[in-house]
Nanobody, 117 residues
Framework: QVQLVESGGGLVQAGGSLRLSCVDSGSTFRYNAMDWFRQAPGKQRELVANINSGGITNYADSVKGRFTISRDNAKNTVYLQMNSLKPEDTAVYFC???????????WGQGTQVTVSS
């Protein structure tokens, strides 16, 4: 069983920054890709950023150049550094992983990010 626990959300003014963290309780963290998704009210959940086990990253076009995903395998933690935040970044942000050995997906409970104009 894997638990993902996000933290770091909050209320920030446009142009500000936040850093989200997601701690993974599993024993295979270092072998798994990790994702950050977000879901705004009335919209579908969308992939924001991804980092694979080798540290290769991918970003949604809407956050390229502003957000940075990183991981610390010693701490079983993935981060999302969010800079130059915009009101349209307002959403609940979720951490996600799919275990490399079982294919089972896990989600965190989400953390609210609100960007005021």
């Amino acid at each position: 069983q894997v638990q993902l626990v996000e933290s770091g959300g909050g209320l920030v003014q446009a142009g500000g920054s936040l850093r989200l963290s997601c701690v993974d309780s599993g024993s295979t963290f270092r072998y798994n890709a990790m994702d950050w998704f977000r879901q705004a009210p009335g919209k579908q959940r969308e992939l924001v950023a991804n980092i694979n086990s080798g540290g290769i990253t991918n970003y949604a076009d809407s956050v390229k150049g502003r957000f940075t995903i990183s991981r610390d395998n010693a701490k079983n933690t993935v981060y999302l550094q969010m800079n130059s935040l915009k009101p349209e970044d307002t959403a609940v942000y979720f951490c996600n992983t799919v275990l490399y050995n079982t294919g089972r997906a896990y989600w965190g409970q989400g953390t609210q990010v609100t960007v005021s104009s």
